[in-house]
């Protein structure tokens, strides 16, 4: 299996979390030096970046998700970029996401950046 598509499923894996509302497995997908972006605040660290995103992982649905659409690997294999679409629980496009995904042990990725943005309503004047 290429790169790629090990990041690729990863990403997958880590979103799966939301739609299962499983914090405990997002939190052992984030890098003990991430860095997230949330609005106008910046999470640093995994401890964090935990406690921040708890509150999306209450309840018994999923108040957004996302989805990797595109993702492109380092030559040297060890760095990655994931992004693509958030949506909210009706399914209505919401947000983009843009990861950075380390290689931190053999076959172990973990995110080390992750910002969200917001899509522009163009059909407002």
Not at 71 to 85: C, T, Y
Request: one cysteine or more; proline letters at 5%.
């Amino acid at each position: 299996m290429d790169i790629q598509q090990v990041v690729a499923d990863t990403e997958r894996a880590f979103a799966r979390t939301m739609a299962e509302r499983d914090h405990a497995a997002f939190v052992r997908f984030v890098s003990e030096e991430a860095v997230f972006f949330s609005g106008t605040r910046v999470l640093r660290g995994k401890q964090q970046v935990a406690d921040a995103w708890k509150p999306y992982y209450q309840g018994p649905t999923a108040p957004f998700s996302w989805q990797t659409e595109h993702v492109e690997v380092l030559q040297s294999g060890a760095l990655a970029l994931s992004s693509g679409p958030v949506r909210d629980a009706q399914g209505k496009l919401i947000a983009t996401f843009s990861s950075v995904w380390r290689l931190e042990a053999p076959g172990v990725w973990r995110i080390v950046f992750d910002k969200g943005n917001e899509v522009c309503d163009c059909t407002k004047p």
